[in-house]
């Protein structure tokens, strides 16, 4: 039994006030209920993940990143919460990645890049006790998603 699944049983038993001889035991007796809940800290637009350069060596030239481009989506869990309950609280997509439907173009002589642009998460994931009383059991460091927008992309130099 790892530390943890101790620190569970010993919350049930703090908790409800039942006693707890084993993991089997409190799992086979009802279980420890358990609910997670997101704490927003930070939510912004933001440029994500570089999708593609391009150069422009002489006057008069130019260079493209095309649309199509694929951007992912990071989504971090943490306490055995899972990655579509986190985008569920989060309100987006759970789907690893999106295709990007728009391009960026230059005619100025440089190296050029385009990056995918969306909205930048900042959180923490809350495991509750789901008793009579439900009751705080761990909380997780500060952790992040990136939804890119399949719409927009930033383009720079």
Request: proline letters at 3%; hydrophobic letters at 35%.
């Amino acid at each position: 039994m790892n530390s943890k699944t101790w620190a569970r049983a010993a919350a049930a038993f703090l908790l409800a006030g039942v006693t707890i001889l084993s993991t089997a035991q409190a799992s086979t007796a009802g279980g420890i209920r358990t609910f997670y809940r997101v704490v927003p800290v930070t939510d912004y637009l933001s440029s994500g993940p570089k999708l593609g350069s391009c150069i422009v060596s002489s006057a008069g030239g130019g260079c493209t990143v095309t649309s199509g481009k694929t951007a992912t989506r990071t989504i971090s869990v943490e306490l055995g919460y899972t990655r579509a309950g986190v985008a569920g609280k989060l309100g987006i997509s759970s789907a690893k990645s999106t295709t990007i439907t728009v391009g960026c173009s230059w005619s100025t002589k440089g190296t050029h890049y385009a990056y995918a642009y969306g909205r930048q998460y900042s959180y923490r994931i809350q495991e509750w006790y789901d008793g009579p009383t439900p009751k705080l059991i761990e909380t997780s460091d500060v952790v992040h998603a990136f939804d890119p927008f399949s719409n927009s992309i930033y383009c720079g130099a």
